[in-house]
């Protein structure tokens, strides 16, 4: 069975950093995206930013690109979401998500991914 077990969010100032991780287990992801989504109050899912397994495929939400970076660690089965400057409008709860990779390019959709973790709340102050 697998699952995705995120860590790192908090409250945080407009400008800091933040380091989200994310330990997948109960399957072999070597044919998976894994990335992250954000849902804000009141808001759908937002595509944040996802990797292929070799890390050569990565995928950024406009709103994020040149402040995000994705990684993964295949030998622990991780992935982390480093986030730099960070904005009030970053705000939202931050979920780690696993999906089948279809050989040509990294899902944006949410439907598309199998399976979610519990959550990690991000908070930016202004």
């Known amino acids: 069975q697998v699952q995705l077990v995120e860590s790192g969010g908090g409250l945080v100032q407009a400008g800091d950093s933040l380091r989200l991780s994310c330990a997948a287990s109960g399957g072999t992801f070597n044919s998976y995206v894994l990335g992250w989504f954000r849902q804000a109050p009141g808001k759908e899912y937002e595509f944040v930013a996802g990797?292929?397994?070799?890390?050569?495929?990565?995928a950024y939400a406009d709103s994020v690109k040149g402040r995000f970076t994705i990684s993964r660690d295949n030998a622990k089965n991780t992935v982390v979401l480093q986030m730099y400057n960070l904005k009030p409008e970053d705000t939202a709860v931050y979920y780690c998500v696993a999906g089948w990779y279809n050989g040509i390019y990294v899902k944006l959709v949410a439907t598309e991914y199998d399976y979610w973790g519990q959550g990690t709340q991000v908070t930016v102050s202004s």
């Open positions: 990797a292929t397994w070799s890390g050569a495929l990565t």
